[in-house]
């Protein structure tokens, strides 16, 4: 599932949306949504990081 940041124009002002599939979170400055966007990523590949140890797909340690 890919992390997008869109721009949006409601009434007159910029909006930031981070989304995710069908789920968004908005905000009304960029640098937060971007900071939003990069640690939901970083946790996005932590998490099938995970999901392929907890698979075998890695050597034990």
Do not use: K, S
Request: no cysteine; proline share 5%.
């Amino acid at each position: 599932m890919d992390v997008r940041i869109e721009n949006l124009q409601r009434q007159g002002r910029t909006l930031w949306q981070v989304r995710m599939g069908p789920r968004g979170v908005t905000f009304h400055e960029e640098l937060a949504a971007r900071t939003f966007a990069a640690q939901l990523h970083q946790r996005l590949l932590w998490l099938r990081e995970q999901a392929e140890y907890d698979h075998g797909a890695y050597p034990p340690r």
